[in-house]
């Protein structure tokens, strides 16, 4: 029997197993998903109050289209005698999707241990139980992008807030065109920003920046900058400067390897790539899936063709700015633009339980955000 297998379980992994299971119906073929955890983490989310509510089953998404979880590390992937090996076991493929995600990039500077973050579920509980219970306190995060934003303005809520940014302005791979109203939104809810510096020590107690100054402080969050997992390393190929993989139209990596999710860069569109993100994870994922079963059991492929470009920061009590287009022009602000943003998180939740409803989802490979 054929056997597809499928390395990471999140937006992409758990996407591309269902999707693969579509594919099957009836048909003679192994589908195994590999992945240490039991849950799939809505990383889009651990910026939230309560991080543990961000977190969904796997079994709920996987036993109901009988799909393997075998619950392991993977550390090496052999493309000549197809073979991941995860804990010390190999695990044979016929085809391979390699959806392992990305990891923050972490820096080299003195006190790093001390650093908290919101890249991992674990990651989250640790900064949120350390402030909870605390009045007043004072946060240092450090960068001013996507992931910044979302924890300075959220932490904001409840104390001081200096929001750390190397460049010389807020959001800087966001563009002009949300600039100002985050910079409103900032003012607002008082965080206070240092730009053009960085941290470069963290102290037992605060920090110290690049320029020499220092900002006692109750915690320091580093949210400065993604890579791709270095299982992309294992397969042959040219990569990004995040380290993804580039892929053809049907996502394939390597002849037998597909790739999805933040370890694979693919054309969003003519002139621009994917992003690290679920909007692009779930689609990638669902083709990915769908290509590698297809591939062994003489289904046509599909091109990757995801939906229009969106994004939808949530600025906490100043609401959220929603954008259309890699321009990103502002569409929606304050409450209107949070009322998206608590769809499109209501949105990103897989169905649970239903054969069913998660296959049919698993084919609805572009899903718009019709707003």
């Known amino acids: 029997m054929s056997h597809v297998v499928i390395v990471g379980g999140g937006f992409a992994g758990v996407w591309s197993a269902a999707a693969a299971a579509r594919v099957r119906g009836s048909e003679d073929l192994r589908i195994t998903l590999v992945a240490p955890g039991k849950d799939l983490v809505?990383?889009?989310?651990?910026?939230?109050?309560?991080?543990?509510?961000?977190?969904?089953?796997l079994k709920r998404i996987l036993e109901p289209v009988g799909v393997e979880h075998v619950r392991a590390t993977v550390q090496d992937i052999d493309v000549d005698d197809r073979v991941v090996v995860a804990?010390?076991?190999?695990?044979?493929?016929?085809?391979?999707?390699?959806?392992?995600?990305?990891?923050?990039?972490?820096?080299?500077?003195?006190?790093?241990?001390?650093?908290?973050?919101?890249?991992?579920?674990?990651?989250?509980?640790?900064?949120?139980?350390?402030?909870?219970?605390?009045?007043?306190?004072?946060?240092?995060?450090?960068g001013a992008g996507f992931a910044g934003l979302e924890v300075a303005t959220e932490l904001a809520g409840r104390g001081r807030v200096v929001?750390?940014?190397?460049?010389?302005?807020?959001?800087?791979?966001?563009?002009?065109?949300?600039?100002?109203?985050?910079?409103?939104?900032l003012d607002r809810l008082g965080i206070e920003r240092r730009l053009g510096t960085t941290v470069a020590e963290v102290l037992d107690g605060g920090a110290v920046l690049a320029d020499g100054s220092r900002i006692p402080a109750d915690a320091v969050v580093w949210t400065a900058g993604l890579e791709a997992s270095p299982l992309t390393s294992h397969i042959p190929g040219e990569r990004d400067?995040?380290?993804?993989?580039?892929?053809d139209a049907h996502l394939r990596a390597h002849p037998h390897v597909f790739a999805a999710g933040d370890?694979?860069?693919a054309r969003a569109d003519?002139?621009?790539?994917?992003?690290?993100?679920?909007?692009h994870a779930t689609p990638m994922g669902k083709t990915a899936g769908h290509n590698a079963a297809a591939d062994l059991l003489g289904v046509p492929l599909v091109d990757f063709a995801p939906a229009p470009y969106v994004t939808d920061v949530d600025l906490g009590a100043a609401g959220?700015?929603?954008?259309?287009?890699?321009?990103?022009?502002?569409?929606?602000?304050?409450?209107?633009?949070?009322?998206v943003k608590r769809?499109?998180?209501?949105?990103?939740?897989?169905?649970?339980?239903?054969?069913?409803?998660?296959?049919?989802?698993?084919?609805?490979?572009?899903t718009p955000v019709p707003f």
């Open 42 to 57: 809505l990383r889009p989310r651990l910026y939230e109050p309560e991080p543990a509510r961000a977190t969904v089953a």
């Open 87 to 142: 804990d010390g076991r190999p695990i044979e493929y016929d085809r391979l999707v390699l959806a392992a995600g990305s990891r923050l990039v972490r820096p080299d500077i003195p006190g790093a241990e001390r650093l908290f973050d919101v890249d991992t579920l674990e990651g989250a509980q640790r900064l949120r139980g350390h402030l909870r219970g605390r009045d007043g306190y004072t946060a240092v995060v450090v």
């Open 163 to 185: 929001l750390v940014e190397l460049a010389g302005e807020v959001a800087p791979d966001l563009g002009f065109g949300p600039r100002p109203a985050i910079e409103v939104a």
């Open 241 to 247: 400067r995040l380290g993804r993989l580039k892929v």
């Open 263 to 265: 370890v694979a860069a």
């Open 270 to 279: 003519q002139d621009h790539w994917t992003v690290q993100s679920c909007q």
């Open 320 to 339: 959220a700015v929603y954008t259309r287009g890699w321009d990103r022009r502002i569409a929606l602000t304050g409450a209107e633009g949070k009322w």
């Open 343 to 366: 769809w499109i998180m209501d949105v990103i939740h897989p169905p649970l339980d239903d054969a069913p409803t998660i296959l049919a989802y698993a084919g609805m490979i572009t």
